[in-house]
Structure formats: C-alpha cells, structure tokens
C-alpha cells in the first residue's frame, strides 16, 4: 500500500489545481494506495507517525514542498520499515536536488514505481527556545534563516507572485538582497566534535546534509546525503560588498574557495551565538535561539530515488 501525503497549499495552491491530474497519473500505474491531505501545519508529522508506528513494510510518499518533506521525516517512527518516496511541488525543492529525484512531478513518480532505493542520513537539531526537528537537508541559523523567517512572511503575496511566474526559486535571491543591508552580524562559538572555535562578525552558520539550500544554492558542494558525516559552512568577517559578490558563486559552489568562508566536518556541533538569532530547518523557521545543538542521526532514511 502506497500512502501519499499530500499538501494542496504547496507552491501557493498550485498543486490543489493539479492534484486530479496528477493522481489519474498514480491511478494508471499503481494498483492500491490511498491519499491523506494535510489541513495545518504539522498534520504531515502526525499522519506518518500513526502511520508508521505498527511494525511492518509502509510506503510512505510526500507530495508538496521542502516543509512537507521535512514533516514527513519527522513523523516517521520506525526508520527499520518505512519507505520514503518524493514528489516535488513546491518553491525550493532542495531534498529532491540533492538525492538526485528528478523534479518534475511525473517524472519523480516513474522513480518511485521503479523501485530502486537508497539510505540518506537524518540530522536533528536542538534549540535553546524548545523546538527540537530531524532534517534531511539542511539547517540554518543567521542570515540564511533571517531570508527564510522573512520568506515565510511574505509567503501570502510575494511568494503567490513568484510561483504565479514560475520564478518561485528566485524568492530567495531578492529577499537575500533586500536583507543584505540590515543583518546584524554575529559573534559565535562553534564546539565541533570537542573542538572549539569562534567567529566574529559571522553571517550564518548551516549545516548540510546534501549541498543545495534556498532553491538551488549550492551551500556546501561537497555535502552527500550518504556520508555518514555532517557538514556545515560558516562565513564569517566578510564586508556587505564582499557578501553580495559571493552570491553568484553559491549557485556554483565555488564561494567555499573564498577567504572568509570555512568548512566543517562532524558529528555533534554546539553552537553559541552573542543574541538570539533566527533559526531554519529545511527552509523552515523554527523561532529564534542563542544556542543550538546538531547532531548526526544514526536513523537513515530509505528512500526511492
């Protein structure tokens, strides 16, 4: 039995106009599964969790945006036999871009009725606000979740606008311009494996399970959802100007020859920073944290792709 997990507000409400398409798709190549749609924020979670609770094979797969992912990963309770499939529809679709799921809904449909499976790595995160939340592509704390926070705001008109024009993954770039002249940089004292180190007049730090963030940026290039490692990027002590000629990189991967920005391996990070700052997972905002604790998950992800 194939489970879908749908969200019909994913990428503005689009994908509620497309879902009769989409399952006269599903209908012509799968015999039996049945359809849940989300109704708030968190039903994803608390579907799959009583979904996947009893102790036998589940195929379970998201159908929505990077947020929809993310809550699907969360509600899994036993990783042992639960099986993940993906369909992108959303703004981001960054877990697709960086497990090699092709992006186009039907296509990532064929991928999951072949059959071929794969394991990724989970990470999880603690912030000192209370929220705790496994990600299966990436975390942020500081600009990046300040563009995020302010994503998520904005969601109502901009957002509506930029899928309407089929430019959803360009809201990241203009609202990383417009916040560029605002951000309030940080000092921050990063704990990896034992190791401490301390940056001053840091931009963010995120960490990485596959390269991509923000729509295709290409965060940390040599991030792979197999490793059994957890990446993070820090940028630090990098003028305003400096930052703004640094994005066009990020797209490549080449900003991580900079001066300025520094790569890390691990597997337990503590992060402190000087002020509560805003914190993502999976484009998400969580709220605002002074101290964050990530961790490398030994829970894998059995996904088709």
Not at 14 to 29: A, D, T, Y
Request: proline share 3%; glycine share 10%; aromatic share 8%.
């Amino acid at each position: 039995m194939y489970h879908f997990i749908v969200n019909p507000v994913a990428k503005g409400g689009k994908l509620k106009k497309e879902w009769p398409r989409l399952e006269k798709l599903i209908e012509s190549k799968i015999n039996a599964y049945k359809v849940h749609f989300t109704e708030y924020h968190g039903h994803a979670t608390e579907i799959v969790s009583n979904l996947t609770v009893v102790n036998e094979e589940i195929t379970i797969i998201a159908v929505g945006g990077d947020g929809t992912m993310n809550e699907v990963l969360n509600g899994i309770v036993n990783f042992d036999t639960t099986r993940v499939g993906y369909i992108p529809f959303g703004s981001g679709m960054d877990f697709a871009r960086g497990n090699g799921i092709p992006l186009k809904p039907e296509k990532a449909l064929n991928t999951i009725i072949q059959g071929k499976l794969k394991r990724i790595k989970t990470s999880k995160v603690t912030g000192d606000n209370g929220v705790e939340r496994r990600f299966a592509s990436n975390c942020g704390m500081g600009f990046d979740a300040e563009v995020s926070s302010a994503a998520s705001i904005e969601k109502t008109s901009l957002k509506k606008l930029f899928n309407k024009l089929n430019l959803g993954t360009l809201i990241y770039v203009y609202l990383v311009l417009k916040h560029l002249l605002t951000f309030n940089r940080l000092a921050i004292e990063v704990v990896q494996d034992g190791h401490q180190r301390k940056y001053n007049n840091a931009w963010f730090i995120t960490f990485s399970n596959n390269p991509y963030v923000g729509g295709g940026m290409m965060m940390n290039p040599k991030a792979n959802p197999s490793e059994k490692i957890l990446d993070a990027t820090v940028a630090f002590d990098l003028s305003r100007g400096q930052i703004l000629r640094l994005l066009p990189t990020i797209f490549k991967g080449t900003h991580i020859n900079h001066q300025g920005v520094e790569l890390l391996k691990g597997n337990n990070y503590q992060v402190n920073s000087n002020r509560p700052v805003e914190v993502h997972v999976d484009g998400e905002v969580i709220g605002q944290c002074t101290t964050l604790s990530v961790q490398l998950q030994k829970e894998e992800i059995l996904i088709f792709a």
